[in-house]
């Protein structure tokens, strides 16, 4: 890579980074121009707590990945062309969605208006998830992804104040459920059984 460019081919595991940008650009692509103008963008947990306050507009932090339970056995996923591949990996990923501004008031405002369209936007499509990245085909067109919106439990809760006091902000939680990250090993068998030839041992001397 030239100058230190990280050049990415298609790769199975960037569902997540599509979904991610799949939120971001849900976001910043609808928000009202009359707050004027806003930065939409991912965070890291550690940017939440440091020291500089982001502009106005909306982080989107992924803070925990889980196992689906409800897909945790899928059968072998099977391409168009036939070849069946081991069984996706399906995840949950959970998401920390704050509003920043420099007054409360706009601040309330930003959070009002993004949970009440995330709401008005609950099923992620496949043209959507894979708007956003480079690579154009990390879901397929059937594919969907179901964004809830969620509340932190007490140990949640707790553990996000670890990471990020003493800057916790007011913060809605949403869940990307059942991502898909497939698998690129195929399952290759072996022809039928034609013949079976069996042969005798023979004793010698």
Same mark, same amino acid.
């Given at each position: 890579t030239a100058a230190g460019l990280i050049v990415w081919t298609f790769l199975p595991w960037n569902a997540i980074a599509a979904t991610t940008s799949a939120i971001v650009g849900l976001l910043d692509d609808a928000y009202p121009r @009359?707050? /004027? +103008?806003? $930065? !939409?963008a991912p965070a890291h947990a550690s940017e939440l707590a440091g020291d500089k306050t982001p502009p106005d507009g909306f982080t989107?932090?992924?803070?925990?990945?889980?196992?689906n339970s409800t897909l945790r056995n899928l059968p072998p996923? &099977? %391409?168009? %062309? /036939?070849?069946?591949?081991?069984? $996706?990996?399906?995840v949950d990923l959970q998401y920390l969605i704050t509003?920043?501004? /420099?007054?409360?008031e706009k601040q309330q405002r930003l959070l009002g208006w993004g949970m009440r369209h995330l709401q008005d936007n609950p099923i992620l499509?496949? /043209?959507?998830?894979?708007?956003?990245?480079k690579e154009r085909d990390v879901f397929r067109p059937e594919e969907t992804v179901d964004l809830v919106f969620e509340s932190l439990s007490l140990s949640d809760f707790t553990n996000i104040w670890d990471k990020? +006091?003493?800057?916790?902000?007011? $913060?809605?939680?949403?869940v990307?459920?059942? !991502?898909? &990250?497939? $698998? @690129? &090993?195929?399952?290759t068998e072996g022809r039928p059984v034609q013949t079976r030839v069996f042969e005798m041992a023979k004793v010698t001397g």
């Open positions: @009359e707050f /004027g +103008k806003l $930065s !939409v989107v932090c992924l803070y925990r990945v889980a196992l996923r &099977i %391409d168009t %062309d /036939g070849t069946r591949y081991r069984p $996706s990996l399906p509003a920043w501004a /420099g007054n409360v499509t496949a /043209g959507l998830l894979n708007r956003y990245l990020v +006091k003493p800057r916790l902000q007011t $913060s809605a939680l949403y990307a459920r059942m !991502v898909l &990250i497939d $698998s @690129e &090993i195929d399952l």
